[in-house]
């Protein structure tokens, strides 16, 4: 992948990520990989995009005014950065980004955030569907403890890697933080 012409889609880094009311997760070095991610980005001056969610439900802690929709204070956009708020996991649907993507010529996509099976994998497919060169950074996305359909709990390490599995070389190419970082 051609980095220097890759935008960087941070998703979903809000306040609301670190309340104590989440279920346990995974890969605690994953917000300081994705500022690494986000400071070699913004040294080359390449496209940025920071996605948020802003929930529709007024009791979620995702509603806007609440301080979990917040940006944490480390992946708050810059003036020039572009932002997508988004109601549902998939940062595509009903947002523009795709329009914008196309409008700057960009078709190379490099995405981290949370939580890798629900908003991560969900735009991930998106973009891989809609044509894009698609690269997940494994270990710059985190997932939380979830009980599959069957009933039993699983890790979130398990989440994890099981969204990455769905991805990798169907919708995107899964990658460590150092590789993407090398290109």
């Known amino acids: 992948m051609d980095q220097q012409h890759a935008a960087l889609i941070v998703i979903d880094m809000q306040q609301g990520m670190r309340f104590d009311t989440l279920p346990p997760r995974n890969n605690p070095d994953a917000e300081a990989r994705i500022a690494r991610l986000l400071g070699a980005w913004r040294a080359r001056g390449q496209p940025v995009v920071l996605v948020r969610h802003i929930s529709r439900s007024p009791a979620s802690v995702f509603a806007p005014g609440q301080p979990g929709a917040l940006f944490q204070e480390r ?109």
């Not at 950065?81 to 109601?87: G, L, T």
């Not at 973009?127 to 690269?135: E, I, K, S, Y």
């Open 75 to 183: 992946f708050l956009p810059l003036a020039h950065e572009h932002v997508v708020d988004k109601n549902v996991p998939d940062a595509f649907v009903n947002t523009g980004l795709e329009r914008w993507l196309h409008a700057r010529g960009l078709r190379h996509v490099v995405i981290a955030g949370v939580s890798t099976n629900n908003s991560v994998e969900a735009s991930a497919r998106t973009a891989g569907n809609l044509g894009f060169d698609v690269t997940v950074v494994a270990d710059a996305c985190f997932a939380f403890e979830k009980t599959d359909f069957g009933g039993n709990l699983r890790s979130a390490e398990e989440v994890h890697l099981m969204a990455l599995a769905n991805l990798d070389g169907e919708y995107a190419q899964v990658r460590m933080t150092e590789q993407v970082l090398m290109d």
